[in-house]
């Protein structure tokens, strides 16, 4: 990004579309989603994702793009200017995403712990995958190593975001490439190894019986963390775009790559868990010791690994300085502090959350500190943030944003600013109208209503 005046652009079109898309892709694909998608029916799952990415995850970006080109402002100020009686809802998503950094940072941290764990003490990793992972969270003693990461892991998302994003958008350019051609080798790898072809069957064999209520709030949560939206990061984004962009080919490429990235990564991941007999529930397990069984059978295993975890490690922080931006910068600009005191006050914050965070993971349950109680269904404190961000804050936020282009400020001006004033196409701008002001508010209301009178209870 370089700056012009007082406001800050992306030097190429090229990167604006890779930070966003460097926000978007991250550990909501490769270590969330191929355990939602194993836990939440396999095939049918995927069906369901992909229909609602398609129809109200892009709809959804659309939005929040044509809101902070039009403004040039972050969330908050975005919505200020549109509508002064709804600035808050840029609120919520600054609190959400204050909420997800927390934990977000410390499973960043468990990345750069696979990468020194490659190098220096592969075989141990190999030896039991699980125990491995469990070891790292406390299941032999306090997780000092886990801690440790965690918060270099923080540190460097602050001072990343101390010196601006310049170097981040430098960095995407190389490193987006070269995690997708991984992945996708990583993917041929495990869907040939011996059994996997039962994980492959699992996720084409399309059961529709499996999906219930909590499938689709699951769907539409994971859309929404995955694609960075639902808490003003998007608008924040686009308020760096010029007119000369076109925000419709940007929507549909972001909205390509994350899902293309997703999809990589459960067919990385589910054949393996067939194949190593690894099956974790959906815990966060799946991206680490699952995995092990696909390194442990390729040759180079341990460099290939090391790579995978250094390229985890990137997906994360160009998604976690995404969201501590945006929370840096509402204490900046519309609470007052200086930039400093606003950083070091949300990391302090922040590393306190996330250090319990990885504590309850096992630690506090096998000490009796923290004891999972029957018929409550986030038994410990990590499931109860992501159930706080993934199923309820994010579809809210979401669901107040389309709530606003459709009825507020009105899909004739949101398109307007999509085509830039007639000058892009927008051959399905009559479908997004109809989507922003009735199927989004309705469907993403619904399933919040119906996640929460039956949330909690089937998950
Ligand atoms: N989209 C990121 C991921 O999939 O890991 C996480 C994320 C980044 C969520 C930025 C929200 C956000 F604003």
């Given at each position: ?107 960043g941290g468990w990345a750069m712990y696979y ?158 868990v067939f194949a190593t007999g690894i099956a ?158 009735f199927v989004d508010p309705i469907a993403i ?15």
């Amino acid at each position: 990004m370089s700056t012009t005046e007082n406001r800050v652009e992306f030097s190429s079109k090229l990167g604006f579309i890779l930070s966003a898309a460097g926000s978007a892709v991250g550990l909501g694909n490769i270590w969330k989603f191929p355990g939602k998608a194993y836990a939440c029916g396999g095939g049918a799952f995927l069906i369901i994702y992909l229909i609602i990415v398609a129809v109200v995850g892009t709809s959804v970006m659309m939005a929040e793009f044509t809101i902070g080109r039009k403004t040039h402002k972050g969330a908050v100020g975005a919505l200020r200017e549109l509508n002064n009686k709804f600035a808050w809802i840029g609120g919520l998503g600054v609190l959400t995403g204050f909420i997800i950094v927390c934990y977000y940072c410390q499973v960043g941290g468990w990345a750069m712990y696979y990468i020194v764990a490659y190098i220096t003490d592969v075989k141990t990793v190999w030896a039991d995958p699980m125990a491995y992972f469990l070891g790292m969270l406390g299941a032999n003693g306090f997780p000092v190593g886990a801690l440790v990461w965690g918060f270099i892991f923080m540190l460097l998302t602050a001072i990343i975001i101390s010196y601006g994003t310049a170097g981040i958008e430098k960095m995407s350019t190389i490193l987006m490439p070269i995690l997708f051609l991984v992945l996708v080798g990583l993917m041929i790898r495990s869907c040939t190894l011996p059994g996997a072809d039962e994980g492959l069957a699992y996720m084409f064999n399309v059961d529709f019986s499996t999906i219930n209520g909590t499938a689709i709030l699951t769907a539409l949560g994971q859309a929404f963390f995955s694609l960075s939206l639902g808490m003003g990061v998007m608008i924040t984004y686009a308020s760096y775009l010029s007119r000369e962009d076109n925000l419709v080919s940007n929507t549909a490429i972001v909205c390509t790559l994350d899902t293309l990235v997703a999809l990589f990564a459960g067919f990385m991941i589910i054949p393996a868990v067939f194949a190593t007999g690894i099956a974790p529930g959906m815990g966060g397990a799946f991206g680490f010791a699952t995995l092990a069984g696909v390194f442990m059978a390729i040759p180079g295993g341990q460099f290939i690994g090391m790579l995978f975890y250094f390229l985890l490690f990137f997906a994360a922080i160009t998604s976690s300085t995404s969201i501590l931006e945006g929370c840096v910068a509402f204490l900046v600009e519309e609470k007052g502090f200086e930039r400093k005191k606003a950083l070091v006050g949300c990391c302090v914050i922040m590393e306190i959350v996330g250090i319990l965070y990885v504590l309850s993971q096992v630690y506090m349950n096998l000490k009796g500190i923290w004891i999972s109680r029957e018929g409550i269904q986030f038994p410990i404190f990590g499931d109860f943030l992501e159930y706080l961000t993934d199923r309820l804050l994010l579809p809210l936020g979401a669901f107040l944003t389309t709530f606003f282009v459709g009825w507020i400020w009105g899909p004739d001006n949101s398109i307007e600013e999509a085509t830039g004033g007639g000058r892009n196409k927008f051959a399905l701008a009559p479908a997004y109208k109809f989507i922003v002001k009735f199927v989004d508010p309705i469907a993403i209301g619904a399933i919040i209503v119906a996640g929460m009178v039956f949330g909690m209870a089937i998950s």
